[in-house]
């Protein structure tokens, strides 16, 4: 079981129970689990959108957050419908969104339509936080361009969000 990954001059490694598989040794750094989540979820950038598909070709949102967390040791249902119940909730609702609040390696879920009652229908990983500029940016599956990252500010998701899920305590 995959308890922890490591980044070593470039390349990722796995660390297991006591024994360690290292290749390059150089500048060898420990990373938090947010860290190793964000680091594995990357590494499926530019998979294409399928629906219903649960990888190693094609995925869709949930299946791709699924595989992600997986990958860190940590399992999730496969759908949005029941991600939406996992861990503690931040931030409920678009007037609620408090960028202080998210962290690296949430999830964040949105609605599949704007305006009246939002049934989730979208989830990504939160990547990183801007204090700044009050945004965050989010690691997803989408229809048009499969794995990529995207701005919450986007005006297609900061209308249709819904919650942010803290699964990495």
């Not at 660390?15 to 040794?25: E, G, I, P, S, W």
């Not at 998979?47 to 791709?64: H, M, N, R, V």
């Not at 992600?68 to 931030?91: D, H, K, M």
Request: glycine share 12%.
């Amino acid at each position: 079981m995959i308890t922890g990954l490591l980044l070593a001059a470039g390349t990722l490694c796995a660390q297991q129970r006591d024994t360690l598989a290292v290749r390059d040794t150089v500048a060898v750094t420990t990373m938090s689990k947010a860290d190793s989540l964000i680091a594995y979820a990357k590494t499926f950038m530019g998979k294409p959108y399928k629906l219903g598909a649960e990888g190693p070709y094609y995925y869709d949102c949930s299946s791709f957050v699924r595989a992600a967390f997986r990958g860190i040791g940590i399992e999730l249902p496969r759908n949005t419908i029941r991600q939406i119940r996992e861990g503690e909730g931040v931030c409920e609702g678009v007037a609620n969104v408090d960028q202080q609040e998210i962290r690296r390696g949430d999830i964040v879920l949105f609605g599949k339509r704007v305006g009246g009652i939002k049934e989730v229908g979208h989830v990504g990983i939160v990547v990183d936080v801007d204090l700044e500029h009050s945004d965050f940016t989010f690691i997803h599956c989408g229809v048009t361009g499969g794995v990529e990252i995207q701005k919450f500010s986007n005006p297609y998701y900061l209308m249709r969000y819904i919650t942010c899920r803290r699964i990495i305590p």
